[in-house]
Structure formats: structure tokens, C-alpha cells
């Protein structure tokens, strides 16, 4: 069983409307062809074609307030009701108690008691090492429940060696704003070929892009514009080289927010669920998922079955 995890962070479900919603404005050919000719919008779920669903899970769970990334990414990596247990929504970063739940068992950790092969396939620069090591930074909830199972973040290192991949699938960041002027730079193309092709030697691999919550913090239409416009060619050369007998792409987030350029705030709507893959693994995946809690059972569930 091949599964890939790529999380989309503050990405909802809104409504169609251009001109606040980048996700209605994109030209995406590659998301549509999956979805008959849908898209990522709150009218659009549930939608069920031969290669993919979409389902839309509630982000709030129950518990007042705006979501927040520490324990939306906590509920997604635990299955459990995060925000309810400490008492309210909270992020960005995890708090001592997020923290302490992530350490006490997350997918990564139960994925490799199973001893099954996960990795976070995006690269870190060393300024980032270096930060968490002096504490001038924190770890985000992805990154620290990856090492609290013991998995080794990659560095730059790997991408160079082509063993992972930068956060903005094409490396044009690096060069331009983290000062690696030789950084290797990939079309969307070669970057959804490679995602496919490393996801294909582990059986869990995980990638975090988080642009397009930066993109809706800055409630810049343009910008939001030409970084759906690459993750749709880098999606499209994904879904290409994938196994589709062999395993399931899922697409999620934590929060909505890009999907509202009226505001720079998070959303309350639900987030995509956006599941590619043969019928026959999607259906046993998407049994009773309903909100982030649903996700990390839905996924030890697909290892159960072989």
C-alpha cells in the first residue's frame, strides 16, 4: 500500500466567487479533469468520479471560534478532538500541551510501529535547523510530530540530491529569498514527477505546503493566482506517474483562509478532501470521514487492509 499525504495548509471550501475566492478564479485543468469539471468549492462536495472524491470535513469540530493550525494539524495527525481537549482553537505553533499530545502518539509514530516506511518529503534549510536548535523558533505540529516519532527531517542536503523536495515545489524560494543562489531549480512538471516517484519507495510519504496559507494571509489575488496555477501542473504530473492499483493521493488542509481574500483571517468553512486513486482503495478510506479527526483512523485503516 502506497499512500501520499500532501497537505495544503488554510485551504476551505468557499463559495463561487472570483472575486474573493482564488480557487473559483484559477484556471486548474488538471484538479478539473479529475473532478468532471468541478473544483475546490463548498458547491462541489461531494463529488465522486472515476479517479477521485471529494468530501468536505468540518475543521471545527465542535469547539467555538476560528480553527487554528497547531490543533487542526494536531486533529489531523492524532484523530483526536484537539481543540475540545484544550479547551479552544490554537496555533500557529503547538503549546506545551499540543505538544505533549503529539508526543504520546501521532500517524507517523504508529505508522512506523508498524514497521512500515514514512517520510516528510520536504527540505529544510540549515537557518531552519539552526533557529529550532537555539530556540528562536518553534517547531510547527508537522515537523514535531515527525521527530517525536523519530523521523529525520530532510535538509538541503537531500533536495540537492534530489532526495526531496523545497517547499514551493520549484525552488525559485530558495534562491530568491533564502539565499541559495545554486539552488536546483524544477518545473512543476519534474517536481510532481519526483513527489511521485519518491513517494513510490516509502509506504507513507507526506509533503507540506504551506504557500497557500501564506498566500491567503496576504490577500494578494495575483499571487494566490500563479501558486494554484503550479500546484495544478505539479498535480497533474503527479497523478501521471502514480500507482493508482497500488495506493491513494489525499489532499487536505487544516483550516480554511485562501479561499476568502476578503480577509486576512481563517476561515469556519470545511476543508477538502480531495482523494485520487483507484474506487476500490478510495471507497474503505472514506468511510466515515467527516472532520479531521476522521483522518489519521482513515488511514491506519488502509494499512489493516493490506
Do not use: C
Not at 151 to 175: C, K, S, V
Amino acid at each position: 500500500m502506497k499512500f501520499l499525504f500532501l497537505f495544503l495548509d488554510g485551504v476551505g471550501l468557499g463559495a463561487d466567487d472570483p472575486a474573493i475566492n482564488p480557487l473559483a478564479a484559477a484556471q486548474m485543468p488538471n484538479l478539473r479533469a479529475l473532478l468532471g469539471g468541478r473544483r475546490l468549492l463548498a458547491q462541489d462536495a461531494p463529488t465522486e468520479t472515476r479517479q477521485a472524491a471529494l468530501l468536505s470535513l468540518d475543521a471545527g469540530l465542535g469547539v467555538p471560534g476560528r480553527p487554528q493550525s497547531a490543533s487542526g494539524q494536531a486533529a489531523l495527525l492524532t484523530g483526536r478532538n484537539v481543540p475540545a481537549e484544550i479547551g479552544g482553537h490554537y496555533g500557529p505553533k503547538p503549546n506545551p500541551r499540543i505538544a505533549d499530545i503529539l508526543g504520546n502518539g501521532n500517524l507517523f509514530k504508529s505508522l512506523r510501529q508498524r514497521g512500515l516506511r514514512a517520510a516528510l518529503l520536504g527540505a529544510y534549510p540549515q537557518t531552519y535547523f539552526q533557529a529550532i536548535h537555539s530556540g528562536r523558533r518553534l517547531y510547527s505540529a508537522i515537523p514535531l510530530a515527525a521527530v517525536k516519532a523519530g523521523l529525520r527531517l530532510m535538509t538541503e542536503q537531500d533536495y540537492y540530491a534530489g532526495r526531496a523536495l523545497p517547499a514551493d515545489f520549484t525552488g525559485q524560494g530558495w534562491r530568491e529569498h533564502l539565499g541559495y543562489p545554486d539552488a536546483p531549480l524544477l518545473s512543476p512538471r519534474q517536481a510532481g514527477k519526483r513527489l511521485a516517484a519518491l513517494a513510490r519507495q516509502l509506504d507513507f510519504a507526506f509533503f507540506e505546503f504551506w504557500l497557500s496559507d501564506f498566500a491567503g494571509h496576504r490577500q494578494d489575488m495575483a499571487a494566490a493566482l500563479d501558486m494554484l496555477h503550479t500546484l495544478d501542473r505539479v498535480l497533474g504530473a503527479l497523478v501521471d506517474e502514480w500507482p493508482h492499483q497500488e495506493g491513494l493521493i489525499f489532499l487536505t488542509s487544516d483550516h480554511g483562509n485562501l479561499e476568502d481574500l476578503s480577509t486576512r483571517r481563517h476561515t469556519r468553512n470545511p476543508v477538502p478532501a480531495l482523494v485520487i486513486g483507484h474506487p476500490a482503495l478510495r471507497a474503505p478510506f472514506v468511510v466515515g470521514l467527516r472532520d479531521l479527526t476522521g483522518v489519521t483512523p482513515a488511514v491506519l485503516r488502509m494499512y489493516e487492509k493490506g
